[in-house]
Structures are given as structure tokens and as C-alpha cells.
């Protein structure tokens, strides 16, 4: 049997070389597949929103989609059985970004993490509905990690956060957080015990994100210990693809002001590909080592893989993602190409935030060296401290480790 790629992008799979291609042999059309493959793509997001967003060009990069060959996805009946149980909150409180920021802690999980975390820490802003999450090791380490995407939001949008809202959980009534929004003028606002309704916003999200990661990693069979991977994408994900109640754009549109796109977005836990770094690279040595594809980088243009060999997770520009499976082996030029599709990936402080024309500038500077990431020096302190986890120093990529450090949020 072998896969042939028609003139529309499609793959169509035939019974032998030899055959002619009739259209009896046509595995679906290329709409169909591609509204199964981007139901994928989106973090399982519902057929009925997918097909909305899509029509309504809320969001950039989505071809057009025709209807699902089957709307039952078996992933999305194993991770979403509580669906039901939740109800949307569409009451919006707030005029604008961080007049209130909800947030609340997940946890603990009943398995670590990958860097060794157990709670999540997840944040929301009631207007945009934009959200973060932290990974932590214990709920002490809420506080700094709560300062640290506050500070980072409130220095992006150039104005303060005016109130916080949580439960009053420990890791949120105390003296931390109280000497600190007194300091900067943040109210904070305690739900009742007993009522998460008060909390609604964030406990839907919490939901809604533990949901998604279940699915995606039920969709590969992949280990537990990638949930923060998971439910890391999950948020970058539904920033993306979400709409606000009552609006016609995405929580990303009305917190960064454009509107997002999805052009460069892969199946999470796909097999992928990464480019070996050359220079280093023997004249018999394969050119690529194999990795599982676990999202997209929120600080650089680049995707997240796990590399198998060497059992390390990388950030890396050179990656080809086999997300549609059926492909012929000699199709190999849709290979990812950073510069146009990653666009978005940077979540630029507003500091470091390049004019358009510089960004262009630069581009054109360091089309040469794409596929090298020198690690920060800050990145090289952190590998060192960490002695506990592989080095892939061969590969030339920026190795990282999986959410051990509190500013790795999304
Ligand atoms: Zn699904």
C-alpha cells in the first residue's frame, strides 16, 4: 500500500503501485481530513467551534474545512466525559485587560511531572479571558510564581493589575501576597469557602485545560508524566482558538490586539523529526534524531520535542512533525519553515519589543543561521544546576528542562 499526494495537499492511500488511481481508492477528501487533522491540531476543539472560527476568520492560518467525516472522535469521548458538569461562564465583569485577574491551584497531581512538578497554578484574565499556568514542586511556590506573570503582564500592557480573585487556599491568604499587592495597590478578593461558583471563571478553565491534556495525551497513548507538557499547550492552544462570550474574537485578540494564528500548530505527541546541528555531525550519522512533538516554545520561535534517544527535551526550529501519518515518504517539503510560520511563538516583552521594521532587519540578518539557538547564559546556569537531567550538547538546540523553572509558562 502506498500514499499519494494529490494536487490539493491531499493523501490518498492506494492498495498497490500498480493500481491506477480511481477514485475508488480515494481515501476521503482533502476537506474531510483536514477538518479531522485540525480538530487535532486545535487541542481536540469541538467541531461545532472549529467550524465557526474557521468561517468567521477569527483566527489566521486555518484552509478551508468541510465537515468531519465522523463527529465522533474517540480521544475527545475518553478526555471530555465530564463536559456537561461545567457550565460556560459568560458573565464578564471588566472593561478591560487586568481589571481582575482570577486564579486558582490544581493539584497535587497524582503523577510528577516531567521536571518533577505536581500543581498547576492558573491564571485568568476576566476581560480577555487570556490565561497562563506555572508548573509547581509545592504549593508554596505560588506566590513567586503568581509575582513573577504578574509583573511580567503588568509590564506588557503597561498598566497595573487592579484586582486579584482566588480562594482562600494558604498558598494565596498570606503574608507574601499581602505585603506585595499592598505595596503595588492590587485588591485582593477572597471567594466564600465552599463556593467555586464565585470562582467560576477559573474553575471552568481548570476544568476545560485538564480535559483537553487528557485527550491529547490519550490520542498518542503518551506516558502521564508529559501532563504539564500537555496542559502547557492546552493553554496556548485555547488562547488561540477561544472566544470570548459575546464577542467575535479570540481571548488572544483581545489581549494582544491582532489576531492570532494557527498556521504553524502540529498535533501534539506527533512523531517528529529535529535537524542535527551539521558542524558536529560524523559523515555516516543520520541527520535527524526522532523526538515526540509537545508544543511550541512560548519564549522563542521554535517547537518543544522530547528526544528520544537521549531522553531530553529541546526547543528547536528544525523540526519536521509527521502529524498526518499516511504520507508518502518522498513528500518531505512541508517541512517547517520557522521564518514565515512561527511568527507568533515570541511573546515579546514590551521592552524587548522589536519596531517592524527592525524585526524585518533582523530577519534577513539571521536567515544564514536558523537552525542554530545559542542558550542564553542564564539558560547555561540553569543546565548546570541541574545535574539531574541529560544533556544533548551534540544537537546544538537550546535543551532546556520540562517546566523546572517558574517563568516557563505559557
Ligand atoms: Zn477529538
Given at each position: ?20 488511481f ?6 476521503g477528501?482533502?476537506?474531510?481530513e483536514?477538518?479531522?487533522?485540525w480538530?487535532?491540531?486545535?487541542g ?8 465557526k ?12 474545512l ?6 465522533i ?6 478526555g ?6 461545567h457550565?460556560r461562564?459568560?458573565e464578564?465583569?471588566t472593561?478591560?485587560p487586568?481589571?481582575?485577574?482570577h ?13 518533577g ?13 487570556y490565561?497562563?499556568?506555572?508548573f509547581?514542586?509545592d ?8 509575582k513573577?506573570i504578574?509583573?511580567k503582564i503588568?509590564?506588557e500592557?503597561g ?5 486579584i480573585?482566588?480562594d482562600?487556599?494558604?498558598?494565596f ?13 492590587i ?7 465552599r463556593t467555586?461558583?464565585?470562582n ?9 485545560l485538564?480535559?483537553m ?6 490520542q ?9 507538557e500537555?496542559i ?7 488562547n ?18 491582532k489576531?492570532?494564528?494557527v ?17 558536529n555531525?560524523?559523515k ?8 515526540i512533538?509537545?508544543g ?8 518543544r520535542v ?9 526547543e528547536?526550529?528544525n ?9 508518502s515518504?518522498?513528500c518531505?517539503?512541508?517541512?517547517i519553515d520557522?521564518?514565515k510560520?512561527i511568527e507568533?511563538?515570541?511573546?515579546k516583552?514590551?521592552d524587548?519589543?522589536l ?5 524585518k ?11 542554530r539557538?545559542e542558550?542564553?547564559k ?5 543546565q548546570a544546576?541541574?545535574?539531574s537531567?541529560?544533556t ?13 523553572t ?5
Amino acid at each position: 500500500m502506498i500514499g499519494l499526494r494529490t494536487s490539493d495537499n491531499c493523501y490518498a492511500i492506494c492498495q498497490n503501485p500498480s493500481t491506477s488511481f480511481s477514485s475508488s481508492l480515494v481515501c476521503g477528501s482533502s476537506k474531510i481530513e483536514s477538518i479531522d487533522l485540525w480538530h487535532r491540531r486545535l487541542g481536540h476543539l469541538n467541531y461545532r467551534d472549529l467550524m465557526k472560527v474557521a468561517n468567521i476568520e477569527v483566527i489566521k492560518g486555518i484552509p478551508k474545512l468541510g465537515k468531519p467525516s465522523n463527529p465522533i472522535c474517540g480521544p475527545c469521548q475518553k478526555g471530555k466525559q465530564t463536559r456537561s458538569t461545567h457550565k460556560r461562564v459568560d458573565e464578564v465583569l471588566t472593561s478591560k485587560p487586568l481589571e481582575l485577574l482570577h486564579m486558582d491551584l490544581m493539584g497535587p497531581m497524582r503523577t510528577e511531572s516531567l521536571g518533577g512538578k505536581k500543581y498547576i497554578l492558573v491564571m485568568v484574565d476576566d476581560y480577555s479571558r487570556y490565561a497562563w499556568v506555572a508548573f509547581l514542586r509545592d504549593k508554596s511556590e505560588a506566590f513567586i510564581n503568581f509575582k513573577d506573570i504578574g509583573l511580567k503582564i503588568q509590564n506588557e500592557k503597561g498598566h497595573p493589575i487592579e484586582r486579584i480573585r482566588s480562594d482562600r487556599g494558604r498558598e494565596f491568604d498570606n503574608s507574601n501576597f499581602f505585603e506585595f499587592c499592598h505595596s503595588l495597590g492590587i485588591k485582593h478578593e477572597f471567594s466564600a469557602p465552599r463556593t467555586p461558583q464565585q470562582n467560576g471563571v477559573v474553575e471552568r478553565k481548570n476544568r476545560v485545560l485538564q480535559e483537553m491534556a487528557r485527550t491529547m495525551l490519550n490520542q498518542h497513548e503518551l506516558p502521564t508524566h508529559f501532563w504539564a507538557e500537555a496542559i502547557n499547550t492546552d493553554c496556548y492552544t485555547s488562547n488561540r482558538t477561544h472566544m470570548r462570550p459575546h464577542t467575535r474574537k479570540t481571548c488572544y485578540e483581545l489581549w494582544k490586539g491582532k489576531k492570532p494564528s494557527v498556521k504553524y500548530f502540529r498535533v501534539f505527541g506527533s512523531r517528529c523529526y529535529v535537524l542535527k546541528d551539521h558542524e558536529n555531525l560524523g559523515k555516516f550519522e543520520s541527520k535527524s534524531e526522532e523526538g515526540i512533538f509537545l508544543g511550541y516554545s512560548s519564549k522563542i520561535r521554535a517547537y518543544r520535542v522530547y528526544i528520544l534517544s537521549s531522553k531530553c527535551m529541546v526547543e528547536s526550529i528544525n523540526v519536521i512533525v509527521d502529524d498526518i501519518g499516511s504520507r508518502s515518504r518522498k513528500c518531505d517539503d512541508d517541512r517547517i519553515d520557522v521564518s514565515k510560520d512561527i511568527e507568533v511563538i515570541e511573546e515579546k516583552s514590551k521592552d524587548e519589543k522589536l519596531s517592524e521594521d527592525e524585526e524585518k532587519k533582523d530577519e534577513q540578518g539571521k536567515k544564514g543561521d536558523r537552525g542554530r539557538i545559542e542558550p542564553s547564559k542564564k539558560n547555561k546556569s540553569r543546565q548546570a544546576e541541574d545535574r539531574s537531567l541529560p544533556t544533548n550538547q551534540g544537537l546544538g538546540h537550546r535543551v532546556l528542562k520540562a517546566f523546572a523553572t517558574p517563568s516557563d509558562h505559557a
